[in-house]
């Protein structure tokens, strides 16, 4: 297993899963008229990536798990 793929495709898997909340779906923020710019930040990112971090950890780790044990490991040989 190679420890840098898996690495990379928790990340991916992570950040996908956190789109809809990164992209304000389910928030009212921009309701708000007094909401600063360091609030909306922390309305969108913050609470993009923490939300439901449990289950996005347990689904990512699955499917990185999952993708590296599935996909071939690449051999390269020489010929001479």
């Not at 928790?10 to 309701?31: E, H, K, M, Q, R």
């Not at 609030?39 to 923490?50: A, I």
Request: proline share 4%.
């Amino acid at each position: 297993m190679n420890i840098k793929m898996l690495i990379l495709v928790f990340l991916i898997v992570y950040l996908a899963l956190s789109l809809p909340a990164l992209f304000g779906i389910g928030l009212v923020i921009d309701w708000v008229p007094e909401a600063t710019v360091i609030q909306k930040f922390n309305g969108y990112v913050l609470v993009g990536l923490t939300d439901n971090y449990l289950f996005k950890c347990v689904m990512a780790g699955l499917i990185s798990v999952i993708l590296n044990l599935l996909l071939p490991k690449r051999k390269t040989s020489k010929h001479l």
